[in-house]
């Protein structure tokens, strides 16, 4: 599958990514919204979540390796922050940790630069195809995402799962039919996956999940 830059919006139901990016939406905009302060974006690319912030952020930077898909203020990667201890009110960081060599040397640096009592927004994938190869090294689930809370400082944590079993089956699914004498299906799949979710999905397989933790 060749790489493509996913921006999360409310994609409609004949989109074959609704059913990751619509609920990575819906997640990033209350979630982002209770940031406050200083705010750190880890792995911004080109900022496209910077308009979610709400009216308690007083300053963004965003901070990125360079690139053709980077728009950073600061340059730098997520393993070695360049700035000091409790230089921030907030980070966020939406699906960079997968491509992390060292995800728990990344979670202690975010919570280094954050000040006590300071926020965490993260995303990170359960269940998604290879992308930007070969930078690409893990998957999470619920109880990895909190040791590696845990393990780096931080407390009070909620993690959300986007979606469950059957709208994972299903956006897999509809990736595959893209490129198909089937994509029309697509549509159906995403329709026929929303339905099935909300009749019980279990979390055995999620596309993503969402984490809004405190530095202890």
């Known amino acids: 599958m060749a ?3 996913y921006v999360p919006s409310d994609r409609p139901k004949s989109d074959p990514l609704h ?12 979630t ?33 390796r360079p690139g053709p898909y980077a728009k950073p203020d600061v340059e730098g990667d997520a393993l070695n922050l360049p700035f000091p201890d ?27 630069v954050l000040k006590p009592g300071g926020r965490l ?6 269940c998604w195809p290879h992308h930007e190869v070969p930078h690409d090294y893990w998957r ?16 009070h944590f909620t993690i959300e799962a986007q ?26 799949v995403n329709r026929m996956s929303r339905y099935l979710d909300r009749r019980g999905a279990r979390e055995e397989l999620v596309t993503c999940w969402t984490v809004l933790a405190q530095r202890s």
Do not use: N
């Open 32 to 64: 982002l919204a209770k940031l406050e302060g200083r705010v750190l974006d880890i792995g911004c690319g080109l900022q496209p979540y910077r308009k979610l912030l709400g009216p308690k952020v007083t300053e963004y930077v965003g901070m990125d």
């Open 86 to 112: 409790a230089s921030f009110d907030s980070v966020m960081s939406t699906q960079v940790l997968e491509h992390v060599t060292d995800p728990m040397r990344a979670m202690k640096a975010a919570a280094r």
């Open 140 to 155: 999470f689930t619920r109880f990895g995402l909190e040791h590696l809370l845990r393990e780096s400082g931080f407390s």
């Open 19 to 30: 059913l990751h990016l619509s609920d990575m939406w819906r997640h990033l905009t209350v």
């Open 163 to 188: 979606g469950g079993t059957w709208s994972t089956l299903g956006q897999m699914f509809a990736l595959e039919l893209i490129d198909t004498p089937f994509k029309m299906f697509i549509p159906m």
């Open 121 to 126: 927004a993260l995303t990170a994938p359960g």
């Open 3 to 5: 790489d493509e830059l």
